[in-house]
């Protein structure tokens, strides 16, 4: 073997070691963009109103006070609307996760007619803006009696077709062996779901219970909508009636955000790892 046939395979790991530190570095700076908006806003809420709005901007503040979070429990009733915020969030992440099971499974492995079509309808609801289903929504909590209340927060969030799609990936991915063996030993359609098929998709159910979360925790425009008045706003209706019209409070605004955020990161590590393995297997296969 020559020299240059020795040097070759030497060349290229040396081009591929480069090109890994290059994705790296463009990798690690994407991060550091990302999280520079949150570092200033945990600055933020140690400053006063004074320095937020001193030109030049500094960036750490000079005399750190937690006035802001005084000032933010005393004008926002936090406590009420946490339990709302959490009672729709785990009223709307149960019935999505509930509903979109049974229909994920009932594409994936049952055969009926109109399956293909009924799905595809399924899909097209993705491409249309959600903005677009808020007047019909509105409507159908009108009639039902449920406007400022509890419940209309989290029903129209129950029905997701992208949950339906998540887990109708997932189901179809499991092997059918099991199905077939739960069969052989006399279950039903239901047990064979209940107690086969849905313990197998853990992981995906996981991951979907976390996106679901995200969504409905950082929810504006249907609760704005669908509790014009009373008393069961959410955290993020109360945030957004801090900014006043002629001014706002920043360093209290940036307080309450980041006390809001909080219970959305106690979700995340609690089933991060369920997350990552959802989403690695989400498999968008089949």
């Known amino acids: 073997m020559s020299e240059t046939e020795i040097a070759r395979p030497a060349s290229r790991r040396g081009g591929s070691r480069r090109g890994e530190m290059v994705v790296h570095a463009v990798l690690i700076l994407g991060a550091a963009l990302m999280i520079v908006p949150f570092i200033w806003q945990i600055l933020t809420s140690f400053k006063t109103p004074n320095e937020v709005a001193s030109l030049p901007p500094t960036l750490l503040p000079t005399a750190p006070t937690v006035h802001a979070y005084a000032t933010f429990f005393q004008t926002v009733p936090f406590l009420r609307q946490f339990m709302v915020s959490v009672s729709s969030l785990v009223m709307r992440v149960a019935g999505q996760l509930f509903v979109a099971s049974l229909a994920g499974y009932a594409f994936a492995r049952l055969r009926f007619p109109g399956r293909d079509l009924v799905f595809t309808l399924y899909l097209l609801m993705l491409m249309v803006p959600s903005q677009l289903f808020l007047l019909g929504q509105f409507e159908i909590m009108k009639e039902l009696g449920l406007l400022s209340k509890l ?57 979907l219970a976390v996106l679901t979360s995200l969504y409905s925790w950082n929810d504006l425009l249907w609760p704005l909508i669908v509790t014009p008045t009373g008393a069961n706003r959410p955290l993020t209706v109360g945030l957004a009636a801090m900014q006043g019209q002629y001014g706002t409070d920043y360093p209290t605004l940036m307080a309450g955000a980041l006390v809001c955020l909080a219970p959305l990161v106690l979700v995340f590590l609690l089933l991060r790892r369920q997350f990552f393995a959802g989403i690695a297997s989400s498999g968008l296969k089949g």
């Open 151 to 207: 419940p209309a927060l989290a029903i129209p969030g129950m029905f997701s077709a992208f949950g339906t799609f998540l887990l109708r990936q997932a189901f179809r991915g499991l092997p059918a062996e099991f199905e077939e063996a739960a069969r052989l030993d006399g279950a039903n359609t239901w047990q064979v779901f209940w107690h086969v098929m849905l313990p197998m998709a853990r992981p995906m159910i996981a991951a």
